[in-house]
């Protein structure tokens, strides 16, 4: 539930450089000053200039604007080709209409994906996103709970199992017995299975590893995307899409926190970093949250974050943390929809 991945939007079949979503409207004046001058941040050149030195959150924001630009533009061209082989004038019409429309689309959404990730940078501040991703910096996952205090508010216990309910699905949180070895550093498999009308929908296998401070870091996950097609066997669901996966240290792809081990209000911090894949984000906003789910509550003791993508812009869930339990429950603000623990079992260190 609580590492579920936000999938990327990515747009389909648009663009050209006309109308360009970067606008001075959604960029510092300086840093717009900046783009002009040097003729975008991905260059990495204004270090040289003292009005840029160090933005180097939003050029990366830039630099991901750029390559979603290239992809709509791509995208549309290949529409357009298939286009002009629609034998129909109407339907070549049609096909035309649907192709500018939804290069439209792509560069709109590119728009708003490139000011989110500004909005980012405004939270976790303009340094290199460098995480300090050592093995000496983590705890042997075997000793989680039996010699290592576990996090409060994601025990990394084996056995552990958390089931959800909400939005007609059911969510299983399993820590397994299972490792994976990722960049030198030992990281614990937990599986979260999510289910529709009894089907498998999603089957993800995340990779947390819990630093020396108690922090738990998200290493990484194979995300497994299933849909059951009019005629198939309920029983067989067929992979249709991995989007979301990564792991760190491959196509420079790096770690992130998931869950804070003393949080405080203010909090801001990347829970993933995959360039166009997986950016989650995000930030303590109460330590003194109440909340009520059918296995358990807190009162004025909950932790609150606002978690959120760039990749989803407007997308939005505030989640609850109760202490010794972990995750109780995930609130959309816009609907109320609400995904809630029904069943916590703990497991054996």
Not at 34 to 53: I, T, V, Y
Not at 68 to 95: H, L, M, P, S, Y
Not at 112 to 134: H, I, M, S, T, W
Not at 252 to 279: C, N, T, W
């Amino acid at each position: 539930m609580f590492k579920r991945n936000a999938r990327p939007l990515k747009p389909e079949n648009s663009t050209s450089h006309q109308g360009s979503a970067r606008t001075a409207s959604w960029l510092p004046t300086v840093l717009l000053a900046g783009a002009l001058a040097f003729g975008g941040f991905a260059q990495d050149a204004f270090s040289g200039n003292p009005a840029l030195a160090g933005n180097f959150c939003s050029a990366t924001a830039d630099a991901a604007f750029t390559a979603c630009e290239a992809e709509v533009e791509d995208d549309f061209w290949i529409a357009k080709g298939n286009c002009i082989n629609v034998a129909k004038t109407g339907a070549r019409n049609q096909c035309n209409k649907a192709a500018d429309a939804e290069r439209e689309e792509g560069l709109e959404l590119c728009g708003e994906q490139f000011q989110a990730r500004l909005d980012v940078c405004g939270l976790v501040g303009e340094g290199r996103y460098a995480p300090n991703f050592k093995p000496a910096n983590f705890v042997d996952p075997a000793e989680i709970g039996d010699t290592v205090a576990t996090n409060p508010f994601f025990p990394l216990v084996v056995g552990n199992t958390w089931v959800y309910e909400g939005g007609g699905e059911t969510v299983t949180v399993v820590v397994t017995s299972k490792t994976k070895l990722i960049a030198g550093v030992t990281c614990r498999v937990v599986n979260d299975l999510v289910e529709e009308d009894g089907a498998a929908i999603e089957d993800t296998d995340d990779w947390y590893a819990q630093h020396l401070n108690g922090d738990v870091w998200y290493c990484g996950e194979i995300a497994r995307d299933f849909e059951t097609f009019e005629g198939d066997d309920p029983e067989e669901p067929e992979l249709v899409s991995i989007d979301g996966s990564f792991k760190a240290g491959r196509d420079r792809a790096k770690p992130g926190i998931l869950v804070l081990a003393s949080p405080e209000v203010g909090d801001a911090y990347r829970q993933e970093f995959a360039l166009g894949e997986a950016e989650d984000v995000a930030e303590v906003i109460s330590t003194t949250g109440t909340a009520s789910v059918p296995f358990t509550s807190c009162v004025g003791d909950c932790v609150v974050t606002r978690d959120f993508t760039p990749l989803e812009p407007g997308a939005l869930e505030n989640k609850y943390y109760a202490a010794g339990v972990g995750p109780i429950l995930e609130v959309d603000p816009e609907t109320g929809e609400r995904l809630e623990l029904i069943d916590f079992t703990p497991g054996t260190p």
